[in-house]
């Protein structure tokens, strides 16, 4: 045993590669131990466990800095600086994220990172401020072939390549991105592979960088040689090393995809330790749009590397042929490419997460919502109850997405409300519209729901009541409906509103609330700054209606408790409830 | 004269190649007919005129679809798709705008353009919907060397490269960007001008892509003769022409970079036609910040593509040195290089357009304040009075800057707040910081403005009065100013504050104002929806407090007239006055 004795890369430097090897070895059982016992990410830590074993003993953190990509693949990174006993000690996992985090480890994490095709931009930064301020360290970026081909990451190397100074690319390529790879890129690379590095057409060359290539990915010998050659050169250049995913692990070689990430699983056959059970919207909408894109021959459904997210595995893709377009992880590419295809005539419809969309900003606005063309966007995972890393958080999308000018974000509340706006949305040619796909709980309807969506900003009034008014948004309606219920309890006969817009203010509505109303409540699973309920806030401001907004307060958050968050922010059902009548 | 002759594209098919030399010149006088007495982009139409003369002969729009990017070279298309009165005709200049743009004509503009790097993604699309539709025509993307720098190109030719099918990308290569083009990928293209497209290495071959080379790229002969060899080619191409920037007129060509845009001028010797005057607040940044570079030797100013944007001119960025980074047009490196450098130790400072900056929203959020790392944003044009085309309105900033968790965005009212601002958003190491420099006239404090401001989200009263205050943000302060003085007369004594945060509430100030408040107006020269006012409505909304917030409705804007926007949007001071006063 070597990981006992590592405290930080500075033990390593003493081993052989012999020894070094049996450290690779035990660093891999300590991420399959943690991954097991705590889930995570498998296949990307696996397979770059030598290289990082090579990379300590090699360059000398945190004097040279080294930046992950994602962090996907720096839990080997974490054992070897200091936080082994989060992959060894099943009682100190909670205590490590799956992510870069200079608030974990400020001596050997550069940044918070969690999105991808960000590290040779941000190690194009601690060049040039190297440079400017005079120092000489080697700058290490670590990318992944599946990163490689986000819009940032092209930007990186451009500019890595002008900046000329010491910068050292290790492209880790496991031929894989969390699904296959797609991009004309991924034939140079294979080529690359194919010829030992040696084919004449070179993409990172094209970007004006130097470049070498290790087969043996996962041979520490071979990789420190390699990196022991780079190591102070005085120019970029590319380490190109192909790795294997899953590496050491047979269920995560096999099935590279099912095991990119996972949830806690037994070591022996890599079954499930708590197999879900329940409902899932995503599940269900996923399953809904493999059916409709056999009834509507124009639907094509996108994915920018996620296709796992709306749960299009490898089988549902292939039977949607030319329906479905993976175009890698690329969101600008995701919404562009679904604003003209829309403009074409095709109903294009580009599902992602709500924090990945925060990429296509400008695409939202310019490629898309400036043109009105009628593509569908699915925001995913936009909820308190989401993902919680620090970097994942998805409940900032309305802020993000409702002012957009043209742009209609809708916000169902139930799964036949949900089916009902898709299918309105994907059928008709006159808005770009985003739909906030419910992330929490899996509710039905059990009345009806509307069909034709395009009156804009028509709130829905599921009762009419007096004196208080509660618009409950999206998967929070169900939380308005008991709020609404305990009050009535309470002798308050309340009005109940589901908005169903989140990009507009139904006018008439909300004027004539003012007739027998003297609060309005709104209640929303997301950011209160620039959230729906400031916009009845702002409506309501020059009027005698008093407004209270529940929702959740700007700040980063990181692994939160969810019922901890609620009662912070005043969102449980009791509170909501004691708010309201505290004003009436 | 065969301009006369051509109303559609069709009338250029029976010409012969002499004809159509002839048919260039007299487009090239258009178009500098136009930019003499209009305005308007000027080199990239004049290099790209023989292009666009060739492309309409060969192939069949609109049928086969065009999609220019950024549009900056779409006059001579527009002067032979119907609309070249608004080029000869000085009277009917106005009804033709900058850029592409389908309102003003859908048959042979496929989408509203005036942002880089997105004809390639969105030929993606036309690409992708073409063949799941069963299509046949040719989808043509134009694109510039400037704008290949941008994520979203690569993006768009990885995806093209997938794809696979029919596609031809003209890429325009004038060997310039809006200034000299920065970035790894140029050294490339240099080497396949200089072997005529035979270098062994190419970096559109790397991304899976067909490949030829025009070296005379303003011969319509040559030019016709490659368009011809690639109609409805099977698979993607790139088509690699070699253009001079400014070509036919000297002054263009001779200082490229000064007339890639040029307000109206003579054309005998190309000066000014109404030499401006005036202060201009951006204007004094730019040479405040190239004194400051000699003095704090940490600093770097960042550009992406447009430092003539914060006038740092060739003279200024070759003083600058090392101390100065243009990334090319890839505003996301800019951002992550800038939070990069910012860990690093070192003062960067980023100045863009909040147009451009809507492509860096998750790099402001990911890399940047999730980071916390204290880089400094400069956020230019934000004001109803800046750039109104279509695609360049920059008041939505509020709306997308403000809510990003750990961003403080600070809106100085002078020139002396905005430096003192900038000085110590540069010098301290706490926060990131975007700065919102005022783009509506240039005002001068006549007291001391405070030099601290790390305690975030205090206030400034210039005045305490009772009964209403008024919140006026950034450019819009003298407005605010105005109102009270108006109030003042009519008998109320105002309260006047400065909030100098976008990003945060002052809690005890507005819990303060309602012991002899009744109102709080907020004015702001930007968005209603998501803007500021709306933080200040919903912090009062369950008081008595009423609110009123003043600033622009969201929609579209195209080439609005100012005043009658103020007017529309009760932003005159007599319409906030009035408003005011009803209220009370």
């Given amino acids: ?89 099943v009682a100190k996992m909670d205590g490590i994220s799956g992510y870069s985090s200079p608030l974990e480890n400020p001596e050997y994490d550069n940044f918070e990172v969690g999105h991808t095709s960000t590290s040779v931009a941000l190690a194009s930064g601690l060049m040039k401020g190297r440079d400017v301020l005079g120092g000489h360290e080697n700058v290490i970026a670590v990318i992944g072939d599946g990163s ?38 991924y ?14 057409n070179n993409l990172f060359k ?52 099912g095991w990119h990430y996972h949830m806690p699983f037994n070591r022996e056959d890599g079954s499930l330790k708590n197999p879900g059970n329940g409902e899932n919207m995503t599940a269900l909408l996923g399953q809904w749009m493999a059916e409709q894109l056999k009834k509507d021959p124009k639907m094509v459904c996108i994915a920018a590397g996620t296709a796992p997210a709306f749960y299009f595995d490898k089988e549902r893709r292939e039977e949607a042929g030319k329906q479905f377009i993976d175009v890698g992880i690329a969101e600008e590419e995701g919404v562009a490419i679904a604003s003209a295809m829309a403009k074409r005539g095709a ?112 709130y829905k009034v599921a009762h009419r009541g007096e004196k208080v008014a509660v618009i409950a948004v999206g998967d929070f309606y169900q939380k308005g409906e008991a709020v609404v219920n305990a009050l009535a309890n309470d002798g308050i006969d309340a009005t109940l509103i589901n908005p169903r817009y989140l990009s507009g203010e139904d006018e008439a509505l909300l004027n004539d609330l003012k007739k027998d109303h003297q609060l309005v409540a709104t209640i929303e699973d997301g950011s209160l700054d620039g959230g729906f309920g400031e916009r009845i806030a702002r409506f309501y401001g020059p009027s005698d209606m008093k407004v209270i907004n529940f929702g959740v307060k700007k700040q980063l958050y990181d692994r939160y408790d969810v019922n901890e968050l609620l009662r912070e922010n005043h969102l449980t059902e009791e509170q909501i409830v004691a708010d309201i009548k505290a004003i009436l």
Same sequence: chains 1, 2.
């Fill in 1 to 89: 045993m070597y990981i006992e004795n590592i405290n930080s890369p500075k033990d390593l430097k003493g081993l052989t590669i012999d020894q070094l090897n049996v450290l690779a070895d035990e660093v891999r059982e300590g991420v399959l131990n943690r991954v097991s016992e705590h889930g995570g990410h498998v296949g990307p830590n696996l397979g770059f466990t030598e290289a990082t074993v090579a990379l300590h003993y090699v360059f000398n953190a945190p004097e040279d800095k080294i930046v992950f990509d994602i962090s996907h693949q720096s839990y080997p990174h974490k054992m070897l600086t200091g936080r082994k006993e989060g992959f060894l000690d």
């Fill in 148 to 185: 490689l081909s986000g819009g940032e990451a092209f930007e990186g190397l451009d500019t890595v390549g002008e900046i000329g100074t010491n910068a050292i690319i290790i492209f880790n390529d496991n031929e894989m991105s969390i699904s296959e790879n797609h991009g004309g890129i």
């Fill in 187 to 200: 034939r140079n690379l294979q080529e690359l592979r194919e010829t030992n590095g040696q084919a004449a």
């Fill in 206 to 257: 094209a970007f004006g960088l130097d470049y070498i290539y290790v087969e043996e990915g996962n041979n520490v010998g071979k990789l420190v040689e390699a990196f022991q050659k780079v190591k102070d050169i005085d120019h970029p250049i590319v380490v190109h090393i192909h790795t294997e995913k899953g590496h050491g692990y047979a269920p995560a070689v096999e099935n590279k995809e």
């Fill in 347 to 458: 109903h294009p419809v580009f599902s992602t997460f709500a924090t990945f969309l925060q990429r296509t900003y400008d695409q939202l606005s310019q490629d898309l919502a400036v043109n009105g063309n009628p593509a569908v966007i699915n925001v995913l995972g936009s909820s308190i109850y989401g993902m919680n890393d620090f970097t994942h958080i998805c409940f900032f999308d309305i802020p993000m997405l409702s002012h957009i000018p043209n742009l209609v974000y809708l916000a169902p509340t139930t799964y036949e409300e949900l089916i009902a706006m898709e299918t309105w949305a994907i059928q008709q040619e006159q808005y770009s519209v985003a739909i906030r796909v419910p992330a929490y709980g899996c509710a039905h309807s059990l009345e009806e729901v509307d069909t034709d969506y395009s009156q804009l900003n028509k």
